[in-house]
């Protein structure tokens, strides 16, 4: 019996379609939102939090190699948010959710969307 090969292209090509569902999930919880509504709405902040731990903790798999030939975008504070959501290791405030929202996943969403078409031209 022989064991079934691993292929990091396809586990790649799994963690950026997680990201961008999980994004896409993002998005829509907040659409038409803006910060007061959304700070003032818990289930929608319960389901920020769980989508941005998923984002996060799946871009803390990512290869290295990908994760720095792309410095543009905010790494750390994303693989950080997604540990402390995922972890419960500390409060984290609402505003920084929303900045997350706002500024870093679409620079995220862009680049996850760049590299799934590029894999999916050479395949």
Excluded: C, H
């Excluded at 990091?8 to 007061?36: C, G, H, R, T, Y």
């Amino acid at each position: 019996m022989s064991l079934p090969r691993f292929d990091p292209n396809k586990k790649l090509q799994s963690q950026i379609q997680d990201i961008l569902e999980a994004i896409d999930a993002s998005e829509s919880f907040v659409e038409d939102m803006d910060f007061n509504q959304f700070s003032g709405d818990q289930k929608t902040i319960y389901a920020i939090e769980r989508s941005l731990g998923i984002v996060g903790t799946t871009a803390k798999r990512l290869p290295w190699e990908l994760v720095n030939n792309y410095s543009e975008i905010n790494w750390r504070e994303i693989m950080g948010l997604g540990e402390k959501l995922t972890f419960g290791l500390f409060e984290v405030d609402i505003a920084d959710l929303w900045r997350v929202l706002q500024d870093d996943l679409p620079k995220l969403k862009q680049l996850m969307v760049e590299i799934q078409s590029e894999m999916n031209t050479t395949d």
